[in-house]
T-cell receptor, first 112, second 111 residues
């Protein structure tokens, strides 16, 4: 049982490049979400999903896309990276009907 | 909407000192309350939680009590260790099934 996994651990992009952050979980959790962590800001919700085929926006969705084709995977896409997207990104999951969220190890992204 | 305010750090303590990290919240309804811990270079781990008023969450010597009358969920530990050095986040459940986090408090424990 690997829990929540994220790849890559580190990434450097140039402004305007696109990339996909991967997130997977093997706990059969219906609910998955993406957060970004910025210094002095805590964690803020980007997008979330309550099951395959269903996604919705969180607090800071601009510049990010998500899809949920399977229960296990919830990738986050940056369409055209900007320096303001430099951050640490965390994926989390939980069972619907429970309140404990399980977090991945994070991806540290730098946009130059 | 729901929000969390926690004491700003950094907090520096000597080993075996008493720790309190203050957390207050604003919420409609009765959210669950959490403390998460982030060790250097790692993701967030659930430290403890409480789901209703007067519940006490505890784990690894840390405790926090859900106080509805003061809308607080302060984290305490009687004797900290160097290994407790980390960033601590107070959080509550949000309307989107998410967690709403405070800004985090960095704790450094010196031997």
């Amino acid at each position: 049982n690997a829990g929540v996994t994220q790849t890559p651990k580190f990434q450097v992009l140039k402004t305007g490049q696109s990339m996909t952050l991967q997130c997977a979980q093997d706990m059969n959790h219906e609910y998955m979400s993406w957060y970004r962590q910025d210094p002095g800001m805590g964690l803020r919700l980007i997008h979330y999903s309550v099951g395959a085929g269903i996604t919705d926006q969180g607090e800071v969705p601009n510049g990010y896309n998500v899809s949920r084709s399977t229960t296990e995977d919830f990738p986050l896409r940056l369409l055209s990276a900007a320096p303001s997207q430099t951050s640490v990104y965390f994926c989390a999951s939980r069972l619907v009907g429970t309140d404990t969220q399980y977090f991945g190890p994070g991806t540290r992204l730098t946009v130059l | 909407g729901n929000s969390v305010t926690q004491m700003e750090g950094p907090v520096t303590l000597s080993e075996e000192a008493f720790l309190t990290i203050n957390c207050t919240y604003t919420a409609t309804g009765y959210p669950s309350l959490f403390w998460y811990v982030q060790y250097p270079g790692e993701g967030l781990q659930l430290l403890l939680k409480a789901t209703k008023a007067d519940d006490k969450g505890s784990n690894k010597g840390f405790e926090a009590t859900y106080r509805k009358e003061t809308t607080s969920f302060h984290l305490e530990k009687g004797s900290v260790q160097v290994s407790d050095s980390a960033v601590y986040f107070c959080a509550l459940t949000g309307s989107q099934g998410n967690l709403i986090f405070g800004k985090g408090t960095k704790l450094s424990v010196k031997p």
